[in-house]
């Protein structure tokens, strides 16, 4: 079972995401678009962003997602992990990204 973000309190965030199968993004050269096929609706987010919502779905791990940034940016990596909280906290909102439970697995259905 999956968990949406109305089901997580304000201050717990998971420690593994992924992208579900009802969303599917794009990247151009100053954004990368991202539609929710189940809404219709559609999201920009800026090159940054973008990166991150790519790696959430590579890794799903939000560790290893903030540690593989902080080296792309060379940004410190909790600057980094709170930037990456708030675009998940957005993307849980919208149901761009899932929660997988504690005893969930990561890995991808998407094909």
Known sequence: M???????PVTALPDIVRVPQHVVYRDFASETVVLNLNTGLYHGLNPTAGR????????????????????????????IAEDLETLCRDLLARTLIEAVPANGTASSTRQ
């Open 2 to 8: 999956l968990v949406t973000a109305r089901e997580l």
């Open 52 to 79: 991150m919502l790519k790696l959430l779905d590579e890794l799903g791990d939000l560790g290893a997602v903030a540690a593989q940034l902080s080296n792309e940016y060379r940004r410190p990596r909790a600057q």
